[in-house]
Nanobody, 117 residues
Framework: QVHFVESGGGLVQAGGSLTLSCGIS????????VGWYHQAPGKQRELVAT???????IYTGDLESRFTISRNNAKSEAYLQMNSLKTDDTGVYYC???????????WGQGTQVTVSS
């Protein structure tokens, strides 16, 4: 059984920073691409960024200017460093493998990020 455990969220003022962590268990993590997802209040969950097992990264839109995705294969963890946070970044952040097999069935509890103006 695959488990995702997200942490590191919190309340931060606009312009501040947070680093989210994702622990993954129940599966061989090192070769898999992992993604971070953002679900704003009342909206669909959206992909923020992905990182391959080799460390190749892809970001949605211009988020690369503010966010950095990384991973530690030895710890089976992924991270999302978020800088210059905006109120639109508020929401719940999840990690998952960007493959239908996992997106359809496996989600953690997420971690809440609230950015105040």
């Amino acid at each position: 059984q695959v488990h995702f455990v997200e942490s590191g969220g919190g309340l931060v003022q606009a312009g501040g920073s947070l680093t989210l962590s994702c622990g993954i268990s129940g599966i061989s993590f090192a070769v898999k691409t992992v993604g971070w997802y953002h679900q704003a209040p009342g909206k669909q969950r959206e992909l923020v960024a992905t990182i391959s097992g080799r460390g190749n990264t892809i970001y949605t839109g211009d988020l690369e200017s503010r966010f950095t995705i990384s991973r530690n294969n030895a710890k089976s963890e992924a991270y999302l460093q978020m800088n210059s946070l905006k109120t639109d970044d508020t929401g719940v952040y999840y990690c998952n493998f960007p493959v239908a097999q996992f997106l359809d069935s496996y989600w953690g509890q997420g971690t809440q990020v609230t950015v105040s103006s």
